[in-house]
């Protein structure tokens, strides 16, 4: 419930919020008793990805007292996810208000962080969290959890070695890691990549970008643009380039009229969160298809952002089927016969779920069960992108298409977007972030008790230390009773 009393935190400053952090920690007793047996070399979890997905797991891990963690990031420190990358939108979409990664910990939210150094009154003027202030709030979160981020480092290969993991990595001072468990915290396109169409990919490269790609928008200067798609990426792709001077932008639609509802933002609840990894395959799916059908539309702001410069179009059911070079120009043709020339054009289609696109997993990427391997929707309810989601175990982990063949499977967890097929929004974005990390903590280390259960049971048999010392009673004799009296 909101009031209008100041809080202690209000404008105090970051010094007084991480005091009150390192407070609240203390008495939950932070971090959990380390309770793994130790592996001479051996890491207990690897988290690949330093952004907010890896912190957050990080954190949930060492509640629980798994502390063994290394948490690895290929980009440089203060860059790890997309928000100073590729990311381009002015704001987020997410409600100022969601806690976000801050694991149950009030002082550990975005909006302590913000009015610890701008007060209420400022936090109440606040519409929407700009982006780049997102990641100055990761970056403190980092620092006042310090979590162990270990940046420049990229894990090239995973194979299994006994019971463990050994990851080859770049840019560590060993060449490799031994582990027991695996995480991809790897965010949006963390079992996949950027979708490139095949109408594109003959492309000579100096015409064309996708929206991920570092884009050197200065060079546009004047020039024609044509971006295919209008998701959220595709028109904050389109507003950069009309800012640095584009002569025109046009957005390029396969679909007949704008999306305009964001239906999983309507059905968001706790419920939706808990309740969806337990619903049958078959609402899973609809959930997930309908979502995928209807189209997340393009923020409320980023469109604008678009629309306000006269020299920018969107044109609808204008389905691309191949772009062909001409000189120093390119032609985008249509399904309805039209074309349009361009002299770049900037794909806006968003990233796919692919395994087999992690090289990580060489082969074995083949091997990992789909959602197609296990569930024929209706004919109205085909969607082939939503199919190769791998289909996951209930503790984010892997499953095998066939039983056996790659049990290490099951040692590696999917902590990234493409876990919501089977468990929901629970790994990639803002809302229900800390939820799916207290899920992958409990559940690994529950797998890890179990796996180290022998060693535990010995521990309990040789634990020796006594609560009583003797000198808290005084024994004494019982005095047998004489007929007719009670003893």
Same mark, same amino acid.
């Given at each position: 419930?909101?009031t209008?009393?100041?809080s202690?935190?209000d404008?105090?400053? =970051?010094d007084? =919020?991480?005091?009150?952090?390192?407070?609240?920690?203390?008495?939950?007793c932070?971090?959990?008793?380390?309770?793994v047996?130790a592996?001479?070399?051996?890491?207990d979890v690897?988290?690949?990805g330093?952004?907010?997905?890896?912190?957050?797991?990080?954190l949930g891990?060492t509640?629980?007292?798994?502390?063994n963690?290394r948490v690895l990031?290929?980009n440089?420190?203060?860059?790890?996810?997309?928000?100073l990358n590729?990311a381009?939108?002015?704001?987020?979409r997410?409600p100022?208000t969601?806690?976000g990664?801050?694991?149950?910990?009030g002082?550990?939210?975005?909006?302590?962080?913000y009015r610890a150094?701008?007060?209420?009154?400022a936090w109440?003027?606040?519409?929407k969290?700009?982006?780049p202030?997102?990641?100055e709030?990761l970056?403190?979160?980092?620092k006042?959890l310090?979590?162990?981020?270990?940046?420049?480092?990229s894990v090239?290969k995973?194979?299994?070695?006994?019971d463990l993991l050994? =990851?080859t990595?770049s840019?560590a001072?060993?060449?490799t890691?031994?582990?027991?468990?695996l995480?991809?915290?790897?965010?949006?396109d963390g079992t996949?990549?950027p979708n490139i169409?095949?109408f594109?990919?003959d492309?000579?490269r100096?015409?064309?970008a996708?929206s991920a790609d570092e884009?050197d928008?200065?060079?546009?200067?004047?020039k024609?643009?044509?971006v295919i798609?209008?998701g959220?990426?595709a028109v904050?792709?389109a507003?950069?380039a009309?800012?640095?001077g584009?002569?025109?932008?046009r957005h390029?639609i396969?679909?007949?009229?704008?999306p305009?509802?964001?239906?999983?933002?309507?059905?968001?609840?706790?419920?939706?969160?808990a309740?969806?990894?337990?619903l049958?395959?078959?609402w899973?799916?609809r959930?997930?298809?309908?979502?995928?059908?209807?189209?997340?539309p393009?923020?409320?702001?980023?469109?604008l952002r678009?629309?306000r410069?006269?020299?920018a179009?969107f044109?609808f059911?204008?389905?691309?089927t191949r772009i062909?070079e001409?000189g120093d120009e390119?032609e985008?043709?249509?399904a309805?016969g039209?074309?349009?020339?361009?002299d770049?054009v900037? =794909?806006?289609?968003?990233?796919?779920?692919d395994p087999m696109?992690?090289?990580?997993f060489?082969?074995?990427?083949?091997?990992?069960?789909?959602?197609e391997?296990?569930y024929?929707?209706?004919?109205?309810e085909k969607q082939?992108?939503?199919?190769?989601?791998?289909?996951l175990?209930p503790d984010?982990?892997?499953?095998?298409?066939?039983?056996?063949e790659v049990?290490?499977?099951?040692?590696?967890?999917c902590?990234?977007y493409?876990?919501?097929?089977s468990l929901g929004k629970?790994s990639?974005?803002i809302?229900?972030?800390?939820?799916?990390a207290?899920?992958?903590?409990?559940?690994m280390?529950a797998t890890l008790?179990?796996e180290?259960?022998?060693t535990h049971?010995q521990?309990m048999?040789d634990?020796?230390?006594?609560?009583?010392?003797?000198?808290?009673?005084q024994?004494s004799?019982?005095?047998?009773?004489k007929e007719g009296?009670?003893?």
């Amino acid at each position: 419930m909101q009031t209008n009393d100041r809080s202690p935190i209000d404008a105090q400053g =970051l010094d007084v =919020l991480e005091a009150r952090l390192r407070e609240d920690l203390e008495f939950l007793c932070y971090p959990g008793k380390d309770w793994v047996p130790a592996q001479e070399g051996v890491s207990d979890v690897v988290i690949i990805g330093g952004g907010m997905c890896g912190m957050v797991a990080w954190l949930g891990l060492t509640t629980g007292g798994v502390q063994n963690i290394r948490v690895l990031d290929r980009n440089p420190a203060g860059l790890e996810g997309p928000w100073l990358n590729y990311a381009r939108m002015e704001t987020l979409r997410s409600p100022k208000t969601l806690t976000g990664p801050a694991f149950g910990h009030g002082a550990l939210t975005f909006q302590a962080w913000y009015r610890a150094q701008h007060g209420r009154e400022a936090w109440e003027a606040m519409d929407k969290i700009p982006r780049p202030m997102w990641m100055e709030y990761l970056r403190w979160y980092r620092k006042a959890l310090n979590v162990p981020v270990e940046n420049g480092v990229s894990v090239d290969k995973v194979e299994p070695e006994g019971d463990l993991l050994r =990851l080859t990595v770049s840019g560590a001072a060993e060449g490799t890691i031994l582990t027991r468990k695996l995480v991809f915290a790897t965010g949006r396109d963390g079992t996949g990549g950027p979708n490139i169409p095949g109408f594109i990919k003959d492309l000579p490269r100096r015409f064309w970008a996708h929206s991920a790609d570092e884009i050197d928008f200065d060079a546009l200067k004047g020039k024609r643009v044509a971006v295919i798609g209008v998701g959220a990426s595709a028109v904050d792709n389109a507003a950069e380039a009309l800012e640095h001077g584009a002569g025109e932008v046009r957005h390029l639609i396969r679909r007949k009229e704008m999306p305009t509802i964001n239906k999983m933002m309507g059905i968001g609840s706790y419920g939706f969160t808990a309740g969806f990894s337990e619903l049958p395959d078959e609402w899973r799916w609809r959930f997930m298809q309908y979502s995928f059908t209807t189209q997340t539309p393009p923020p409320h702001g980023s469109t604008l952002r678009v629309s306000r410069h006269p020299n920018a179009y969107f044109h609808f059911g204008k389905a691309t089927t191949r772009i062909e070079e001409r000189g120093d120009e390119v032609e985008v043709m249509f399904a309805d016969g039209t074309s349009y020339v361009a002299d770049f054009v900037i =794909l806006g289609t968003g990233f796919t779920i692919d395994p087999m696109a992690r090289t990580e997993f060489g082969e074995v990427a083949g091997k990992i069960l789909l959602w197609e391997d296990v569930y024929t929707p209706p004919e109205d309810e085909k969607q082939a992108d939503l199919g190769r989601f791998p289909y996951l175990n209930p503790d984010f982990t892997f499953r095998e298409k066939v039983p056996g063949e790659v049990p290490w499977l099951s040692k590696v967890y999917c902590f990234n977007y493409g876990a919501s097929a089977s468990l929901g929004k629970v790994s990639g974005d803002i809302p229900g972030v800390s939820e799916g990390a207290a899920w992958l903590a409990k559940a690994m280390a529950a797998t890890l008790y179990a796996e180290d259960l022998e060693t535990h049971w010995q521990a309990m048999l040789d634990y020796e230390t006594p609560e009583l010392d003797g000198s808290e009673w005084q024994p004494s004799e019982l005095t047998p009773a004489k007929e007719g009296q009670v003893a």
